[in-house]
């Protein structure tokens, strides 16, 4: 089975561009999550969709940064304009949602880095 | 807010144990974890345990949880070479394994021959 898959997994981009990063979860899973470490800092949270719907969007930086789920399968994650300090690695991960109070692993993609000069 | 610290660098030689230490601050978290990342790799979970155990075994991994001092270790014995990662202390916030996951600064794991 496939697991968390990122695109790309390198973008170079000027300030004041536009990037999108896309993530492709597990299939089957509701839970899909966005997490980035910048600078070689801790990963903190973006935001955590459940099927197509903003479960948590309590770690969105400002409004250059907007994440879609149309359709409840992939995740895009714009940055728009993007500045200097939104440089660092984005990470998606995805988690099956049983409901029932069990423990369901979140897992991870390869991450993508995004370098903004 | 949530807060997980953790050291930033640690060397040892091979063969011997590493121990990798972690303070939290969300004394409700439910779960807490070790994530490894190695070079040009994503977020591997390397092990998990549950805020009612004070400790969890798995083959060279010890994971021991001071609920009192919100003190979470991970040891791995006999360290070798494909143990340098980035090893990153994590805590759930809250009590369900779909809520965010709260993250440490990694502590880079260097062996030396």
């Known amino acids: 089975e496939a697991g968390v898959t990122q695109f790309p997994s390198h973008s170079v981009i000027e300030k004041g561009q536009t990037v999108t990063l896309r993530c492709d979860p597990i299939?089957?899973?509701?839970?899909l999550y966005w997490y980035r470490r910048v600078m070689g800092k801790e990963i903190k949270f973006l935001l955590h969709?459940?099927?197509?719907?903003?479960?948590?969007e309590s770690g969105m930086p400002n409004n250059r940064f907007l994440a879609e789920r149309t359709g409840g399968t992939y995740s895009t994650l714009k940055v728009q304009p993007a500045e200097l300090e939104d440089s660092g690695v984005y990470f998606c991960?995805?988690?099956?949602?049983?409901?029932?109070?069990?423990?369901?692993?979140?897992?991870f993609g390869p991450g993508t880095r995004l370098t903004v000069l | 807010g949530e807060d997980v610290e953790q050291s930033l660098f640690l060397s040892v030689r091979e063969g011997d144990s590493s121990v990798i230490n972690c303070t939290y601050t969300d004394s409700s978290s439910t779960y807490l974890y070790w994530y490894k990342q190695e070079p040009g790799a994503g977020l591997q979970l390397l092990t998990y345990?549950?805020?009612?155990?004070d400790m969890k075994q798995d083959q060279r991994l010890t994971v021991l949880l001071n609920k009192k001092d919100k003190h979470l270790s991970l040891r791995i014995a006999d360290t070798q070479t494909g143990d340098s990662a980035i090893y990153f202390c994590?805590?759930?916030?809250?009590?369900?394994?779909?809520?965010?996951?709260?993250f440490g600064s990694g502590t880079r794991l260097s062996i030396r021959p």
């Open positions: 299939s089957g899973h509701d839970n």
């Open positions: 994590a805590e759930i916030d809250g009590g369900s394994s779909a809520s965010k996951i709260i």
């Open positions: 991960a995805s988690s099956q949602d049983t409901g029932d109070g069990r423990y369901n692993e979140q897992f």
């Open positions: 345990i549950f805020s009612n155990m």
């Open positions: 969709f459940v099927k197509e719907s903003k479960q948590d």
